[in-house]
């Protein structure tokens, strides 16, 4: 074990699960089931539950990627049932107007040797 998982590893859960905001987050299972009768492929997803912190985006942070109405999710790895977040997840985060399904633009993951966070830079769809 790194210096920084006994340090900042017990850190995130406690501090999202007390700061976040309840929202779902959909994992798309990568690879898909290629169907040659149509042609496509489909994915399973799996859905949790889970609380995040959500944070504007940096006018510094646009970069020329980022648009207006993107926004920061910081979620600790334990509630997303391991593994890492990608691009080709997604959340789904309530709005005062309802459920805005939330793609994944970018994730910075900080870790030692295993996960500690996830920062998501999410665009509502």
Do not use: H
């Not at 007390?18 to 859905?47: H, I, L, M």
């Not at 509630?79 to 709005?95: E, L, M, N, W």
């Not at 805005?100 to 966070?117: A, E, F, M």
């Amino acid at each position: 074990m790194s210096k920084a998982d006994s340090v900042f590893g017990p850190l995130a859960g406690p501090l999202v699960q007390e700061w976040g905001s309840a929202c779902k987050f959909v994992r798309v299972d990568d690879p898909g089931t290629y169907n040659p009768q149509t042609g496509k492929v489909t994915n399973a997803e799996t859905e949790f539950n889970v609380k995040a912190v959500m944070l504007e985006l940096e006018p510094q942070e646009y970069e020329g990627v980022f648009q207006q109405s993107d926004f920061k999710l910081i979620i600790d790895p334990g509630q997303v049932g391991g593994g890492y977040i990608t691009t080709a997840d997604r959340f789904i985060v309530p709005f005062p107007s309802g459920d805005k399904t939330c793609k994944v633009i970018d994730v910075v993951t900080y870790r030692g040797d295993s996960p500690i966070s996830f920062e998501c830079v999410v665009r509502p769809q």
